[in-house]
């Protein structure tokens, strides 16, 4: 079943109806370009269903695209993951979590595949507890990307791959990791969000998966 992200489905339909209009009103220079910019977007929102592995063990890829950074330091691991225009752009959960902390910071419109965009372009931090410690996950916006969605607020629980929001024309996702956990990806691998291995628990934890309230 072919699935389409519900903040595009809004935008698709009012493109339809514009369409539709120009069409009775034939009004050709307008239903042509229209067509194309409705495909396309049917394209860029897609929304495919994601079955993680069987392992408990294993985290998951929080978005589509390319590794372009691994990095490693006294606070853990860092992996940067870049969404080009033609990536999935929908987000998911690399474990399950409870959202402890939500922070949107202003930023700049760099180009997400550099470095500096971490820091310095226009940003949301999800910070979630797991069994194994605290993960930040951060939405870059990139040149194009000017809304970045988080569809979760705080006290909210995620299971692993379960969908938690999206960023609109080329991004960045950042994982930071506690370093107890080992990092499985390279820099220049492709991976798909909620299907690709991120990391493996170095833990004896038991059950992975958090209870969840109520």
Not at 51 to 62: E, G, M, N, R
Not at 87 to 106: Q, S, T
Request: aromatic share 8%.
């Amino acid at each position: 079943m072919f699935r389409i992200a519900k903040e595009g489905q809004r935008i698709i339909l009012l493109l339809l109806i514009i369409s539709g209009v120009s069409f009775l009103l034939r009004l050709w220079p307008l239903v042509i370009p229209g067509l194309g910019l409705i495909l396309f977007l049917f394209y860029f929102f897609r929304d495919p269903e994601r079955i993680p592995p069987p392992d408990t063990s294993l985290l998951v890829c929080p978005a589509d695209g390319r590794v372009v950074s691994v990095k490693h330091n006294e606070n853990g691991h860092w992996v940067s993951i870049f969404m080009s225009l033609f990536d999935v752009h929908v987000n998911r959960a690399p474990c399950d979590g409870v959202v402890e902390r939500i922070v949107h910071n202003p930023g700049r419109f760099k180009a997400a595949y550099l470095d500096e965009a971490s820091f310095e372009n226009e940003n949301t931090e999800i910070t979630l507890s797991t069994p194994f410690g605290q993960i930040l996950i951060r939405q870059v916006a990139g040149v194009l990307a000017r809304r970045i969605v988080c569809r979760v607020k705080e006290g909210d629980t995620l299971r692993r791959a379960e969908r938690f929001g999206l960023i609109m024309l080329g991004s960045r996702v950042d994982v930071r990791l506690p370093s107890q956990i080992q990092i499985l990806v390279k820099e220049g691998m492709q991976v798909k969000a909620g299907e690709t291995p991120l990391a493996i628990v170095n833990l004896n934890t038991g059950d992975l998966h958090l209870e969840v309230p109520g």
